[in-house]
């Protein structure tokens, strides 16, 4: 297997990934070196330990190549055996990831912390974002490629399945301040130029001031992006109307937390819970397109902001937005298995279809759907598809249809708006880098588990200390709490009932004495 892929690396075939995937599937492996016809799939699938030594042996290879030379960057040569070894490893990554949710091999067996550690990834963001910066911060990275030319020829950024989710953050961390201090400058720099010098601080934020009662309607009218796109990339500053700012952060977190609880709710009909457990996409809905375009500039901002909502939205969710944001055509990674997590029931009958000799059923089935809660009762899946039966030769093609009509076709006036607004905010390079899951991740964090993590982060000040009785007795009382309470009690300390990216040690948490009534509560 190994010796194949060396041999793809001489006439380096795997530049075009489709041309390898074409290739692998119409020869065989006797061709040169095996007796065996072997599809890809079937290979992997019966050749796990095979599969995972290539892979260890490919990851040796690129870590080794990286610390042969502190300054790969600027070695042509060296640049050549990168795009070799990490071309190949993310043809390896592809094919691993045909089996969404039962992979072959563990993700992480794809991250290589010396890539992470050992090279200047923040430099190559910048390139990675050309295209994407404003004007000014163009021209630099222009100048930074003139004296770097090896930063185009070759990017570890364009393969991001490298780089291990928490080096990912940090990354995304950056750009959202990096952007952030873009805006400034140029409030500095427009200041500059002013008969009055003096600059509000309040120039510095983005300023949402809304209703509670009509925090929907304020935020379709504060978030128009005509006027207010690049404003949205400045830090975040919300005012419930009639209501002091006493905690910023706070203010953020609740109006994030109003707003998502709001829209995922029986009260717009946007999005339905599907398994009593996902949001989707609601096919009938009534809502305006600007309510869909506002959701998605509102799930763009809080990745923006960093807040951590807490709903499950379904992975396909974001599949969908990762796709659009490569530019494409939504095929195999909307498959099945991606329609399961939304129709269980559905999908079980599909894969039981599948399997079934259809020349013996008594029931005809044809390329078509029931849609009751559509003017047009039936959808065809294909012309005339009402007429056309579903045979043992044409029942994968009718899967196929039927799952992509439901995860594309049936909900596209309802996506469409809400990526258009969420890709206003969020870059699609950035984008590019994280899978569907680690999106999630970084969106909705992770569910609770034990809270001994915050604890051995936690700081003390005004006189208390990690065995005054007070602490003691505060976290003894933490650990007797069920999983609700615990819930509970990290969305009163940070706004959301799930654990950031980084884990609960990410969580400044400082306890000091109360200065005021000893009967107030705690804040």
């Avoid at 969580?507 to 009534?517: A, C, R, T």
Wanted: aromatic share 12%; hydrophobic share 40%; proline share 4%.
């Amino acid at each position: 297997f190994i010796p194949l892929f060396w041999f793809c690396f001489e006439i380096e075939i795997f530049d075009s990934m489709k041309a390898f995937k074409n290739l692998l599937s119409k020869i065989s492996l006797d061709w040169i070196f095996s007796d065996e016809l072997l599809d890809m799939k079937d290979y992997i699938v019966r050749s796990p330990t095979c599969f995972e030594l290539s892979i260890e042996h490919l990851q040796n290879r690129l870590t080794m190549e990286v610390m042969e030379v502190p300054n790969y960057l600027l070695n042509p040569n060296k640049n050549k055996e990168l795009r070799l070894v990490s071309g190949t490893l993310s043809f390896l990554n592809e094919a691993n990831n045909m089996f969404p949710g039962n992979e072959i091999v563990r993700k992480e067996l794809f991250e290589n912390e010396t890539v992470a550690c050992e090279t200047d990834i923040e430099k190559q963001l910048t390139v990675f974002l050309k295209g994407s910066l404003p004007r000014r911060l163009e021209t630099e990275v222009i100048a930074l490629e003139k004296m770097n030319p090896q930063l185009h020829d070759f990017n570890f950024l364009n393969y991001p399945f490298l780089l291990p989710l928490k080096q990912k953050d940090d990354l995304l961390k950056k750009w959202t301040v990096f952007l952030q201090d873009v805006e400034i400058e140029k409030l500095l720099f427009a200041n500059s130029f002013a008969f009055d010098s003096f600059l509000s601080p309040s120039k510095y934020y983005f300023p949402l001031r809304v209703r509670r009662s009509h925090i929907f309607e304020d935020s379709i009218n504060k978030l128009d992006l005509q006027n207010n796109l690049q404003e949205l990339k400045k830090p975040l500053e919300v005012t419930f109307l009639g209501e002091s700012i006493d905690d910023p952060v706070g203010n953020i977190n609740e109006y994030f937390q109003s707003m998502t609880s709001l829209i995922f709710s029986q009260k717009e009909d946007m999005f339905i819970l599907k398994n009593d457990r996902f949001w989707w996409f609601n096919p009938n809905s009534n809502s305006s397109s600007e309510k869909f375009k506002t959701t998605g500039i509102i799930i763009g901002l809080a990745l923006f902001n960093r807040v951590i909502l807490g709903i499950n939205i379904a992975s396909a969710v974001f599949t969908k937005l990762r796709l659009s944001a490569e530019l494409s055509s939504m095929g195999d990674q909307l498959n099945l298995e991606a329609f399961a997590e939304i129709e269980p029931d559905i999908a079980i009958s599909l894969q039981n279809l599948i399997k079934s000799d259809l020349s013996e059923s008594e029931f005809p089935l044809y390329f078509s759907i029931d849609t009751p809660n559509e003017e047009s009762k039936i959808h065809e899946l294909i012309p005339q598809g009402g007429s056309v039966l579903v045979t043992n030769e044409n029942k994968n093609d009718y899967v196929k249809r039927y799952v992509s009509w439901a995860l594309k076709e049936s909900v596209e006036k309802q996506f469409e708006p809400f990526c258009e607004g969420f890709l206003s905010i969020f870059d699609r390079n950035i984008l590019k880098l994280f899978s569907a899951s680690e999106i999630s991740l970084e969106l909705m964090g992770k569910e609770i588990a034990d809270l001994e993590e915050l604890k051995h982060s936690a700081k003390y000040e005004s006189g208390y200390s990690e065995s005054s009785p007070t602490i003691i007795n505060f976290w003894r009382t933490l650990t007797e709490f069920d999983d609700k309470q615990k819930k509970d009690f990290l969305k009163f300390l940070t706004g959301s009932s799930r654990i950031p990216l980084k884990g609960l040690s990410s969580i400044q948490l400082v306890i000091i004495k109360s200065k005021g009534d000893a009967s107030r509560l705690p804040q």
